[in-house]
């Protein structure tokens, strides 16, 4: 099998990948620009071996060069930091730390579509251009990679939304006048508030008339925990609760900065009948 290049980077770079490999029944002719590779690619053993060096050389040597073409030139994206925010998620996609956004488990096998072109080539070509690889024959894992970055796009709008939000609720909590030192809450069905004496609050939606208030500055959300905090505008807040690290915890983290803690739930419960038995 003989493979012709365009660039001498890259047939050396691909030459040295081979031989670190040290694969025994892998031997290589390197002249100029042209690869020339004796192995028995029509065993199956031996072809799958070299497709998996390909395409560890494939993605080692382009994945994140067409990933950056694609977000500068499809999606037209130019700053910086924008661009490494989005690849850190396409690469959490890679590495399975993203298995809850929406249609995540759609998305197709990157190395399993080189393989399969791979495999194709190796089994009916004994000369091709590693140019023409590129360009034509690698167009589906292209595209597989775009499907990529448009879900980390979502995810990045989406994450941009979050902390304008977010930012637009420290700026309400440092605006109002605190009503109470400390507030309890009870991560329970529904959350139970308490005040500073540990008595329960009531009406709790009711609070300063908030929700129409949120909208001046331009929050419109439905009743909440996290609102209806913000509306109590205590300078403290001591969460009991068995998740600390649930989405809604977190943002309660996020919003509430160094006022709020958290603390186990059961730990209130104790709290509430010693104070019953009083």
Not at 5 to 34: G, I, N, P, W
Request: aromatic content about 12%; some cysteine; hydrophobic content about 40%.
């Amino acid at each position: 099998m003989t493979i012709t290049f365009s660039s001498r980077q890259e047939v050396m770079s691909l030459h040295k990948k081979l031989s670190l490999a040290k694969t025994k029944s892998l031997h290589m002719e390197l002249k100029d620009q042209t690869l020339k590779i004796e192995t028995m690619v029509k065993e199956r053993t031996c072809r799958t071996e070299l497709i998996q060096l390909f395409i560890d050389f494939i993605m080692d040597m382009f994945e994140k060069k067409w990933l950056v073409d694609i977000l500068e030139n499809q999606f037209y994206f130019k700053y910086p930091e924008e661009k490494e925010e989005i690849l850190d998620i396409v690469y959490a996609i890679f590495d399975g730390e993203k298995e809850d956004l929406p249609d995540v488990e759609h998305l197709p096998n990157r190395r399993e579509i080189i393989a399969r072109d791979l495999d194709e080539i190796f089994l009916h070509s004994s000369t091709f251009s590693f140019e023409s690889l590129k360009t034509f024959r690698l167009s589906k894992y292209r595209a597989c990679l775009r499907r990529y970055v448009e879900l980390a796009i979502d995810e990045y709008k989406l994450q941009q939304e979050y902390l304008a939000f977010v930012d637009k609720l420290r700026r309400i909590i440092r605006s109002y006048r605190s009503l109470h030192h400390t507030i309890y809450v009870l991560d329970d069905k529904p959350f139970r508030l308490f005040d500073e004496n540990h008595k329960l609050i009531q009406n709790t939606h009711s609070i300063r008339s908030f929700y129409p208030l949120l909208k001046q500055w331009g929050v419109d959300a439905e009743p909440s925990i996290l609102l209806t905090l913000i509306g109590l505008a205590p300078q403290y807040v001591n969460v009991y609760t068995d998740r600390p690290d649930s989405g809604m915890m977190r943002t309660l983290k996020n919003v509430f900065e160094e006022r709020v803690q958290f603390f186990p739930r059961q730990k209130k419960i104790l709290t509430e009948k010693v104070l019953d038995s009083k």
